[in-house]
């Protein structure tokens, strides 16, 4: 009875000293992570008073000193992906200018956050104002105002790999409501990475659109899933033990083509969609601050940022 009696104590203190230490790890961890849904919210706002903001309008060169400056405050290394491409209507050269953020720029392999912050020239399937102003709060703002945010704790954390945020430019640089080029910013970013090698490897890559509806809902995108199992599973998994429902574990009813294809397809860079395409104000006048909620950027913010602490290793294969 006595021996047994010590192999219940010696088990209870392992137990205990274990509970200590994750409770430690926990207490550590939370002063990283740093989100505040009023100041993602006010980051969204700021970036609509910009107003329109499609490819090499006043309102893009706005946003892009905007965002220069924000990431830079925050002790990111921030730098421009330059490229010209016809006027879809006039055939004149367009400028177009990835944004690059970097964070623990000095690591080999990292992991690329990805959204575009571009707007549509034009809410064209806005059934009274087709011709109207197009702020694109959700298209195009949302994940713009997400990484804003989130940079106020990638510094901080300790992240599995290095990161970088990519904001392409061109997503739809679209003047007719159906058909035209798209993903123009990253279909550049991937034949560059392809054709010219960096000196770093992308392992992963996490793409968001869309993601700052009031009533957020994310399903599992086809195209991701095929594309990069690995990546969905460990997200939706991160998503599921944080208690975020926002997450769910069925798919879009149809593949979605985004900006998350180039990267798959052409760099070969594992890339999962977050995106609630189901937003009733897609592409109208409509699709304003008012429509989505800090509540919802900070809910994705906490999955992304936890994730990156524990990203799997064999993530990209």
């Given amino acids: 009875m006595t021996a047994m009696k010590e192999s219940l104590m010696r088990r209870i203190l392992v137990a205990a000293s274990l509970a200590i230490w994750l409770t430690s790890l926990v207490a550590e961890d939370k002063p990283a992570i740093n989100l505040d849904e009023r100041r993602a919210f006010g980051y969204l706002e700021d970036i609509c008073k910009l107003g329109r903001r499609p490819s090499e309008s006043e309102g893009m060169t706005q946003q892009q000193d905007l965002l220069v400056d924000h990431f830079t405050k925050l002790g990111a290394q921030v730098r421009l992906q330059e490229f010209d491409t016809p006027h879809p209507k006039k055939g004149t050269p367009v400028r177009m200018k990835n944004l690059i953020v970097s ?49 106020h704790s990638l510094l901080a954390i300790k992240p599995t790999f290095g990161v970088d945020m990519v904001f392409f430019d061109g997503e739809e640089f679209i003047f007719q409501r159906d058909g035209g080029k798209f993903f123009l910013g990253s279909e550049h970013f991937a034949q560059q990475y392809r054709d010219r090698p960096p000196p770093y490897r992308y392992v992963c890559g996490v793409l968001v659109d869309m993601i700052g509806d009031k009533n957020l809902k994310i399903p599992i995108e086809p195209n991701s899933r095929k594309f990069a199992p690995n990546v969905v599973r460990s997200v939706w998994d991160t998503a599921r033990t944080l208690g975020i ?34 937003y009733p104000h897609w592409h109208t006048t409509k699709d304003t601050p008012q429509q989505c909620s800090g509540a919802s950027l900070v809910k994705v913010g906490r999955v992304l940022l936890t994730w990156l602490q524990q990203v799997p290793e064999n993530v990209g294969k």
């Fill in 103 to 151: 964070w623990h720029p000095q690591v080999k392999e990292r992991v690329l956050l990805c959204c575009h912050y571009d707007t549509r020239p034009y809410p064209d399937r806005d059934e009274f104002r087709p011709k109207g102003i197009f702020l694109g709060a959700n298209d195009g703002g949302s994940g713009v105002a997400l990484f804003m945010e989130m940079g």
């Fill in 245 to 278: 429902k926002e997450f769910v574990s069925k798919s879009h009813l149809h593949e979605i083509n985004d900006d998350h294809v180039p990267l798959n397809e052409i760099a070969k860079i594992p890339t999962a969609d977050l995106i609630d395409f189901e």
